[in-house]
């Protein structure tokens, strides 16, 4: 079983585990039928790279808790919190404000004037990551930047307004739509025509002179 190495999570191997590693990486680069005996023996291995890695975050949290004792014990344990303090700050740890306001209270020790610089350090390396993820670039937003859209006017559309000092144009004049005439009364009452008479048949004459 692997066992851990300092307090940033590193781990030491033993012969038998390099060799179940090397099998791993092996089969992981080139997939394949495995036997049964290096199947399990790498899932042992992983079993055991974590537990060995919950080792090492119990570890550190012992670890930050010594350091939270130290400091609130200063100044007379300043000896003890330097070390600490240095100790976690290679297993990753970054300071906070009590870290930073009891480092400068030991400014006056070489060695907390160090560890303050360093503090430091980190810490403007943390605002300035902070920064660079909630900022958007500068040329994103730039108006400079910004390509131009070309407008379209569309018909029906409000007009575009004249530059200042330009005279407004006159509307052309509209046409008055023609009015229909007004009917006489002629028109509207048309007058009756007459009867005409009735022509004379033409053997009216003939059958009188009979008649006679």
């Given at each position: 079983?692997?066992?851990?190495?300092?307090?940033?999570?590193?781990?030491?191997?033993?012969?038998?585990?390099?060799?179940?590693?090397?099998?791993?990486?092996?089969?992981?680069?080139?997939?394949?039928?495995?036997?049964?005996?290096?199947?399990?023996?790498?899932?042992?291995?992983?079993?055991?790279?974590?537990?060995?890695?919950?080792?090492?975050?119990?570890?550190?949290?012992?670890?930050?808790?010594d350091l939270a004792r130290y400091r609130a014990a200063l100044p007379g344990t300043a000896a003890g919190y330097?070390?600490?303090?240095?100790?976690?700050?290679?297993?990753?740890?970054r300071p906070v404000p009590d870290d930073m306001a009891a480092l400068r209270a030991l400014r006056g020790n070489?060695?907390?004037?160090?560890?303050?610089?360093?503090?430091?350090?980190?810490?403007?390396?943390?605002?300035?990551?902070?920064?660079?993820?909630?900022?958007?670039?500068?040329?994103r937003t730039s108006p400079r930047m910004r390509p131009r859209t070309r407008l379209t006017a569309l018909p029906?559309?409000?007009?575009?307004?004249?530059?200042?000092?330009?005279?407004?144009?006159?509307?052309?004049?509209?046409?008055?739509?023609?009015?229909?005439?007004?009917?006489?009364?002629?028109?509207?009452?048309?007058?009756?025509?007459?009867?005409?008479?009735?022509?004379?048949?033409?053997?009216?004459?003939?059958?009188?002179?009979?008649?006679?």
């Amino acid at each position: 079983m692997p066992t851990p190495h300092g307090s940033r999570g590193g781990m030491a191997f033993g012969t038998e585990e390099l060799r179940v590693l090397r099998r791993a990486l092996a089969l992981a680069l080139h997939p394949g039928p495995a036997p049964a005996q290096d199947v399990q023996d790498c899932l042992r291995l992983a079993e055991s790279v974590d537990e060995v890695t919950r080792e090492g975050a119990r570890l550190r949290t012992f670890l930050l808790a010594d350091l939270a004792r130290y400091r609130a014990a200063l100044p007379g344990t300043a000896a003890g919190y330097l070390t600490l303090m240095e100790e976690s700050l290679g297993a990753g740890h970054r300071p906070v404000p009590d870290d930073m306001a009891a480092l400068r209270a030991l400014r006056g020790n070489p060695v907390a004037a160090a560890l303050l610089d360093r503090c430091e350090t980190l810490v403007e390396q943390d605002v300035r990551m902070r920064l660079a993820r909630h900022s958007v670039p500068a040329s994103r937003t730039s108006p400079r930047m910004r390509p131009r859209t070309r407008l379209t006017a569309l018909p029906g559309g409000k007009p575009a307004e004249r530059p200042a000092g330009e005279p407004a144009s006159r509307p052309a004049p509209e046409t008055p739509p023609k009015e229909r005439p007004i009917p006489t009364p002629g028109e509207v009452f048309p007058p009756k025509r007459k009867p005409s008479a009735p022509q004379p048949s033409p053997d009216g004459p003939a059958r009188r002179l009979a008649a006679v």
